[in-house]
């Protein structure tokens, strides 16, 4: 059955999507002048075809380029008002939009400049648009603890636009555990939190079991490989952990030989699955909408499958009750 239409007109969520990862190359090109910034291609066509990548560390090398383009303050807000206005024509009521201020404070950018454009975005986008959306502060993993506890005390004078922290960027070597102190700081000060758990990762397995028991997340990014693991599926499903999973980049779990899909597997396991975009930009511009029609399609998902993947993703945000029951 052809659910396009279907998946078009549902309202939507959206808990994964990196906002540095929404960067069009257009976007890329028009800020680049604007800010005197030399980039390595000539062409929109060029840069597209130089997104070309086949593992996480290759996708990075490729997603960093792009930051250099973004200096100020108004460069944060028409990248997140851009996002927004996407969203919003793809019927999402509400987004977590992560972000990653090391990218930018490493850059001597002050972390409030990223702040205030992004959230004045925001503003703007509730009022004109009618998407709500808050912040997840993403700490990037292959920097030590210390940077990112610099970063969590940075962000406290902010506390208030920032309902959660996460953890991205190269895994390899990089375990959660390594941020124990940190997101258990970053727990007392109120903040929820989630992590990245790419999908055949070196000790994904191991990962996943930190970021559950020693960590004790709310949410895990990805996180595809618990499915080769009864116990931990357990653990998950025990405690409502919620899994933001990006059809189009990690959308399958080759597993004996077979190819299992991560979305239906984990629908099947009762586990509480959402449907993300992860970085549109640099995945051919598949935004949630499409996301969802891809996930659909590879799943063979029902509309009452995708009704528990909207409901899930309601679940799963980090919002108040009252407004919870206004998207229910
Ligand atoms: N940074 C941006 N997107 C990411 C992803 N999917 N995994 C890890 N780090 C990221
Ligand atoms: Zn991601």
């Not at 052809?2 to 990862?21: N, R, S, Y």
């Not at 962000?155 to 124990?180: C, M, T, W």
């Not at 396991?269 to 975009?277: E, M, R, W």
Request: glycine letters at 6%; aromatic letters at 8%.
């Amino acid at each position: 059955e052809d659910l396009t239409a279907f998946i078009q007109a549902m309202p939507k969520t959206e808990l994964h999507v990196h906002i540095e990862g929404t960067l069009e190359p257009e976007m890329k090109f028009q800020l680049a002048k604007r800010n005197g910034v030399a980039l390595p291609y000539n062409t929109v066509a060029d840069m597209r075809a130089s997104y070309n990548f086949h593992d996480l560390q290759s996708f990075l090398k490729i997603f960093y380029e792009g930051k250099s383009v973004l200096l100020k303050e108004q460069d944060f807000y028409d990248l997140t008002y851009a996002y927004l206005t996407k969203a919003a024509y793809q019927n999402v009521l509400y987004s977590e939009i992560f972000f990653d201020p090391q990218m930018h404070t490493d850059r001597g950018i002050p972390f409030e400049t990223v702040i205030m454009g992004l959230t004045r975005a925001q503003a703007d986008a509730r009022r004109q648009l009618h998407i709500d959306s808050q912040l997840v502060m993403c700490f990037e993993r292959e920097l030590s603890a210390d940077s990112a506890m610099r970063t969590l005390e940075m962000a406290l004078p902010y506390r208030q636009h920032i309902v959660g922290v996460g953890l991205d960027s190269d895994e390899k070597n990089n375990p959660p555990d390594k941020f124990r102190t940190v997101f258990a700081r970053a727990r007392q000060a109120g903040f929820h939190l989630t992590m990245h758990c790419d999908l055949d990762q070196l000790e994904t397995h191991e990962h996943i079991r930190q970021a559950l028991e020693d960590l004790h997340t709310d949410r895990i990014d990805h996180g595809g490989n618990i499915l080769e693991r009864a116990d931990l599926v357990a653990v998950a499903r025990r405690r409502g952990v919620a899994f933001t999973v990006c059809p189009v980049a990690c959308g399958w779990l080759r597993q004996n030989g077979e190819n299992i899909n991560i979305v239906r597997g984990m629908l099947d396991q009762g586990l509480k699955v959402t449907v993300s975009s992860d970085d549109p930009a640099y995945m051919k511009g598949n935004y949630v909408g499409q996301s969802l029609i891809v996930a659909q399609g590879d799943a063979a998902l029902s509309r009452q499958d995708l009704l528990t993947i909207t409901r899930n993703g309601i679940d799963a945000a980090w919002i108040s009750a009252a407004q919870r029951k206004d998207y229910l």
